[in-house]
């Protein structure tokens, strides 16, 4: 059974994260050349740490499976990124934000760590705008803010609809600038495909180089993941389709514990699906809520009339009715769970009745429609591109969409897994988020992690680690995991079935969402585990999987990816079928008040639930890691 | 999830596509049929169906870079018809719905061709080339800790929306595959003038222009000679008008540099 121990710092919780810092131990300026730290991913986390540690003189290794690192999907990001700086003088604090978010996450994030994002997002900004980031001004110069999702004060930054694009770049800069000063090595087009694991510490990866198909063995003094959330294995999300789950799952295989795999966030503002083809859900970013109201009509028979013939009296602007003091800003699961809801009485647009209107006609009076445009205009064009329809004109229709995941590898205080020397951060970790995440957040804790945590707690890592020490490449257990991946690789050209990888990612895609996606029940959750094991006998059996591994070859990435899913799926079932309550972005039907809201059960399901790999066709152990709340009061979510 | 609008009528169009085994090997055009296509599809999603068809018949996919498809990460980078990125305005290859198509149409769909984007499969280029120009100076040089307030840095707010018109640039590399020099210096100027723009940018503001002049030279860009075709492809629409930005910021650069310039090459001036 792996030892799970949080080491969360002693003393008052707004003191932990200082005194912590001055107590950790520290690696001597001339001996950080010597240690090599590989950072997987270069999304905002990865960048942000890849940069940061060079800067401090570590020896680093970036690898991504982009052709540059600038592609990760943080890029495509929109609203905005939370800082408790409080320059609008509405109340924020650092504290506010803590609790927000601690709240948000329905009371199952680690108070500590979410304390200390709270405490370091004021630096983020600071770096950010000083990296160039072109965030939004106000006339004055000075930075401007907005509302977003679920927070009743201005603490957003932005820049346009294109935050994580900036956010990304500028990480991305510093990146280069360090690539450039010989400080990190790039590895592009490079993927991982396991960990190694030496003396129970991690210690090294393997990689395959997807343009030459050549596989690499790679040693290092650490490791870090930060290859971002695993979606994806719900098919059809608002991930790239190259998001995936292999770099994370393969070190779950290795001995990494796997926490809360099943809290998934179900994002409210997203264009529905419109055929069998589609690749791919398109978010409208969350800050439209700040200005369009969403509604349904009141009355069935009126779902497939012309939205702007439905008279005001026949229209249900539900969240205002069901939430008046946040209305149309309640948090995404709240407001994804009664989408659904109007959905399930029958009383959703479109011709799927999948859908339901954010409606911008008050916004447009109000602010007329240069003003809207000004604000929204390159999301009003996206609306356009992909539905040949105007919002100016008529509401735009809007679904709930697999948008993030919260579960991730489990990690301490220092942000290491319980493998000794494996770091994972941002969302490929679950530590901040609980089990919902707010908006503007993971942004905020890509970079949190990245800048301000990992340079620190890297350091009380290695400094127990004689420089020089780590293993040679020629080792028995990297020879043991290159021969695990030449032989998976050679296994998935070698089948020969008739069905390609798509047809089985649709297929887990559609029991995922049906089962395991915004409400979840205990017999759908075991229909889900017996049905998964028998997509993934069939795949292993019939996938086609054409050409060769010695040249790029997207059939075969993609086939490696979907083989991990196959697993990670069952495992989400698994987790969300023994979490026997309701909490965030985990809805289950049996345990939910009158009103349809979350019923958790703090007593039984107050903590973690960490997964342990034990092996083909056994079932994974489940630890538990309490939460335990010295500070803040677990209460039932409100947010009427 | 269930379709949304069962109802549009479907069409058939031909896909003639550049195949290419590698880099050495010889290209050539090859005709593939797709019917059943849907004005809503995406033409990405055209090609993943046309590829799970290749698939079944053990006919090897077309490689196709491409990832978030919502037109901001600048994977994809197909020219379609003889245009980079196909006939809309202002969007990425993934954007492209098939309604802009019509049925019996025959579409054209080549890579990004430029020298300095060698070809690695199919439609699949190597645009390495514009990480080593950031690399080169594509930055504001701030350690992680050491900034200050961010406030305590006024930007007035058209300086800040301008660096921003530059800044949204996505790298995908449609200007230079546009231009029939194969230019890089919308992209640079773009990255220059963002950076330029921002009070943060003017302590390197001649040192990056220099540097990332010099490392577009070296990676084989050709030079501008100011036909606007980069422009009109930009899925960012990014105006030219940063280009003559670049030229003066670079003609200043030389001259402060003590008419010494870092390099011999005349790339830059337009």
């Not at chain 1, 969360?8 to 003191?15: I, K, T």
């Amino acid at each position: 059974m792996a030892k799970l121990e949080a080491k969360v710092p002693s003393g008052p919780l707004a003191d932990k994260w200082r005194r912590h810092k001055t107590e950790i131990k520290l690696v001597n300026p001339a001996n950080k050349r010597k240690y090599e730290i590989i950072v997987v991913g270069a999304g905002l986390a990865g960048s942000a740490a890849a940069a940061s540690l060079a800067e401090l003189g570590y020896k680093v290794r970036c690898f991504v499976f982009h052709d540059s690192p600038r592609r990760a999907h943080s890029i495509a990001a929109q609203g905005g990124i939370n800082a408790a700086k409080n320059y609008q003088n509405d109340g924020d604090s650092v504290h506010r934000l803590f609790y927000d978010t601690i709240k948000g996450g329905d009371y199952r994030a680690r108070e500590a760590n979410v304390h200390r994002l709270a405490e370091v997002s004021v630096n983020i900004i600071d770096q950010c705008a000083a990296q160039g980031v072109p965030f939004a001004r106000e006339y004055d110069g000075l930075l401007a803010n907005r509302s977003f999702g679920g927070a009743q004060v201005s603490r957003t930054f932005y820049a346009r609809g294109q935050t994580g694009q900036q956010l990304l770049l500028g990480a991305y800069s510093a990146l280069s600038r360090m690539v450039g000063a010989g400080g990190v090595e790039l590895h592009t087009d490079s993927e991982m495909l396991d960990l190694v694991v030496v003396n129970g510490h991690a210690k090294g990866i393997i990689v395959r180089d997807l343009v030459t198909g050549v596989i690499r063995r790679h040693n290092a003094d650490a490791v870090i993941l930060a290859t971002g959330g695993y979606g994806n294995v719900f098919n059809l999300s608002t991930y790239a389709r190259g998001s995936n789950a292999t770099a994370i799952w393969r070190a779950y295989k290795r001995g990494a514990c796997f926490g809360n795999p099943c809290y998934t966030q179900i994002h409210p503002t997203c264009i529905p699906v419109s055929g069998d083809y589609q690749s791919k859900l398109t978010l409208m970013s969350e800050s439209l809520r700040n200005d369009g109201r969403i509604w349904v009509p009141k009355k069935k028979e009126n779902r497939l009339k012309k939205p702007t013939d439905i008279p005001e009296a026949d229209r249900d602007y539900y969240l205002e009715r069901i939430y008046p003091s946040f209305g149309n800003l309640c948090p995404r699961d709240v407001a994804s769970r009664a989408a659904k809801r109007m959905c399930d009485e029958g009383r959703g647009v479109g011709e799927s009745g999948l859908g339901v209107y954010l409606d911008f006609s008050d916004a447009i009076k109000r602010l007329g429609e240069s003003g809207v445009r000004e604000r929204y205009g390159n999301l009003f064009d996206i609306y356009h591109e992909i539905t040949a329809e105007s919002a100016y004109q008529t509401p735009m229709r809007i679904f709930p969409a697999v948008h993030y995941t919260m579960g991730g590898l489990w990690v301490d205080y220092n942000l290491m897994s319980n493998l000794p020397g494996l770091f994972v951060l941002g969302e490929a970790n679950f530590s901040d988020h609980g089990a919902n995440r707010l908006g503007a957040s993971a942004l905020m804790q890509g970079l949190a992690d990245g800048y301000f945590v990992i340079p620190y707690t890297v350091s009380d890592y290695l400094a127990g680690q004689k420089p020089g020490s780590r293993p040679s490449i020629d080792n028995a257990e990297f020879a043991q995991a290159e021969e695990n991946v030449t032989a998976m690789t050679k296994r998935l050209l070698s089948i020969n079935g008739k069905e390609p990888v798509s047809h089985f990612h649709k297929r887990l895609g559609r029991i995922m969402w049906e089962f395991c996606g915004m409400a979840r029940t205990k017999p759908g959750l075991e229909l889900a585990l017996q049905q998964i094991p028998a997509l993934r006998e069939e795949f292993w059996r019939n996938v086609k999987v054409p050409g060769s591994a010695a040249t790029l070859n997207q059939s075969l990435e993609q086939a490696g990816r979907v083989a991990d899913f196959l697993e990670l799926g069952e495992l989400m079932c698994r987790d969300a079928l023994t979490r026997e309550e309701s909490c965030g972005g985990h809805f289950r039907e049996e345990h939910q008040y009158e009103d349809g809201e979350c019923k958790r059960d703090d007593e039984k399901f107050g903590h973690v639930a960490a997964w342990e790999y034990q092996g083909e066709d056994v079932a994974p152990l489940r630890n538990t890691e309490p939460l335990n709340y010295e500070f803040t009061k677990m209460s039932v979510r409100s947010y009427k | 999830m269930v379709s949304e609008r069962s109802s549009k009528e479907f069409f058939a169009v031909t896909l003639r596509v550049w195949r290419q085994a590698g880099p050495s090997a010889s290209g050539r055009f090859v005709d593939y049929p797709a019917t059943n296509v849907s004005p809503d599809m995406s033409f990405l999603e055209l090609l993943d169906v046309v590829n799970d068809g290749l698939t079944v018949k053990d006919e090897e996919p077309i490689a196709f870079a491409h990832d978030c498809r919502e037109g901001i990460c600048g994977t994809c980078s197909c020219t379609i018809n003889g245009k980079p990125h196909g006939p809309g305005h202002g969007i990425a290859t993934c954007q492209l719905y098939m309604r802009s198509f019509k049925d019996g149409d025959t579409i054209i769909v080549e890579p990004f061709r430029a020298r300095a984007f060698p070809l690695v499969k199919d439609l699949v280029t190597d645009r390495s080339a514009f990480d080593r120009i950031q690399q080169a100076g594509g930055f504001i040089s701030v350690r992680t800790g050491a900034a200050p307030d961010a406030n305590s840095i006024p930007v007035p707010k058209d300086d800040a929306d301008l660096a921003m018109d530059a800044a949204t640039c996505i790298g995908c590399g449609a200007c230079v595959a546009a231009c029939k020099n194969a230019s890089a210096m919308l992209f640079v100027a773009a990255k220059v003038s963002h950076l330029g723009l921002m009070p943060q940018g003017q302590p390197e503001r001649d040192k990056r222009v220099l540097a990332m002049v010099q490392a577009m030279d070296e990676a084989g860009f050709g030079n501008c000679t100011n036909q606007y075709e980069c422009s009109a492809v930009c899925p960012k629409l990014i105006t030219h008008d940063f280009i003559a930005r670049m030229n003066r910021d670079y003609v200043k650069a030389l001259f402060k540099a003590k008419f010494k310039p870092v390099s011999s090459a005349s790339g830059g001036a337009g």
